[in-house]
């Protein structure tokens, strides 16, 4: 690596079970509300760094007039997309593999919304993908982007540990070439990208962990990231942490998810940028 260049950036949670248990979760309307009130029925969507297609089936029934193609980085994981819209029988979408920052097979001015959901946060030029989300969508059209901000997330109790496996998550996500702050980041990259500050909206939301099931379900899922996603792999192999760190880290998440008066929030940016 030479002249200060970032290194590549390498896709910091992978697609272990324990990361996809999180992704098949979310839905439009519990990670793209902010989106939902600009789509209209004809519209072409492109969904960037889809993952097993969640999300995209939900914005191919917002727009049943129109066209949604999901594009992924990770081709194993559109076997799952594939099946997830196969079995929610929707039919006006497509699935492709692909690279955010370099979407040379689309032409200008191609879609009427470019979205992304928690890509930018772990590629090393979010800029230079903004600026392709912004060429290849219509005048008029929409880039909308929203990404979690980790310094940001903030629980209940303050269970011992929490705070070093925050401080070890941005340290392994910046040294994968990531941004885990980039919630707060979004506008700043979106005017670098060309947008003007008048054309872009910024928002916030969150995600909240706070039923026992929740709890659960949440902590358990960030207790086998720990210890058995890539997150495992680099921060032993970087040297930011032992498999015992990692284990205790782990039992951290499990302890946590039982305190009965639990509480977790996921703070995320979000921006319609107009074109």
Known sequence: MSGGQKPAAVYTHGHHESVLRSHTWRTAANSAAYLIPHLRPNMRILDLGCGPGTITADLAKLVPQGQVVGLEHAADVLEKARATASQQGVTNIEFQTGDICNLTDI?????DVVHCHQVLQHISD????????????KPGG????????????????????????QQLYHDVATKNGGEPNAGRR???????????????????STWCYSTSEEQAWWSGLWADRT???????????????TQEKLEEIAEVWRKWGK?????????????????
């Not at 979004?186 to 872009?200: P, S, Y």
Request: with cysteine; charged share 25%; proline share 2%.
């Open 107 to 111: 032409k200008d001015g191609t879609f």
């Open 142 to 165: 929409i880039v909308a982007a929203r990404e979690s901000d980790y310094d940001a997330f903030t629980w209940y109790p303050d269970v011992e540990g929490m705070k070093e496996w």
């Open 227 to 241: 210890i058995s996603s890539n997150f495992a792999g680099t921060a032993i192999g970087h040297g930011l942490a």
């Open 186 to 204: 979004l506008v700043a990259w979106a005017r670098e990208a060309g947008f003007d500050r008048t054309q872009i909206t910024a928002t916030a």
């Open 259 to 275: 305190q009965e008066d639990g509480w977790f929030v996921v703070l995320h940016g979000e921006i319609i940028c107009q074109v």
């Open 126 to 137: 979010p800029v230079k993908a903004l600026s392709e989300m912004r060429r290849v969508a």
